[in-house]
């Protein structure tokens, strides 16, 4: 099924990252579109895709991951301002026909992503 999905770890403790807030934007030549605002349960994923069915459309794309609210959230001290306050995740979906995950493994210092499936 055609959708876009995403998936957060924090490997800095081994585990899902929950209640990561998430917004996802489409870009067009001379602004970004906001379509929608998530947050990641208890197993690091959104409890649906972030697009699917007609909205499901090829693009270029952003999603943003709030990742030093997260870990402030979680009671760690991070300076002012945060090494990575911020994830922003530019991305194009060319094949309407295939899943697109993009997971996020995170650590205050750090980030990384991938095109999953």
Same mark, same amino acid.
């Given at each position: 099924m055609s ?8 490997? /800095?403790?081994? /585990?899902p @990252? @929950? !209640?990561? #807030? &998430? *917004?996802?934007? =489409?870009l %067009?030549a /001379?602004?970004s ?7 990641? $349960? *208890?197993? $690091?994923?959104?409890? +649906?895709?972030?697009?699917?069915g *007609?909205h499901? %459309? =090829? $693009?270029?794309?952003t999603l943003?991951?709030?990742?030093g609210e997260?870990f #402030?959230n #979680? !009671?760690?001290e991070?300076p *002012?301002?945060?090494? &990575? ?5 530019h991305f194009? &979906?060319? %094949?309407?026909?295939?899943?697109y ?5 995170v650590?205050?210092? +750090?980030? /990384?992503?991938? #095109? !999953?499936?």
């Amino acid at each position: 099924m055609s959708k876009l999905t995403t998936h957060v770890l924090d490997v /800095s403790v081994g /585990s899902p @990252a @929950a !209640g990561v #807030r &998430i *917004e996802l934007r =489409a870009l %067009q030549a /001379s602004a970004s579109q906001l379509l929608g605002v998530h947050h990641t $349960g *208890e197993d $690091g994923r959104c409890m +649906s895709p972030l697009l699917e069915g *007609e909205h499901f %459309q =090829a $693009g270029r794309y952003t999603l943003t991951f709030y990742v030093g609210e997260y870990f #402030r959230n #979680r !009671g760690l001290e991070l300076p *002012e301002p945060a090494f &990575i306050d911020v994830a922003v995740v530019h991305f194009g &979906i060319a %094949q309407v026909d295939q899943h697109y995950h993009v997971p996020l493994l995170v650590t205050p210092w +750090s980030y /990384s992503v991938y #095109r !999953g499936r």
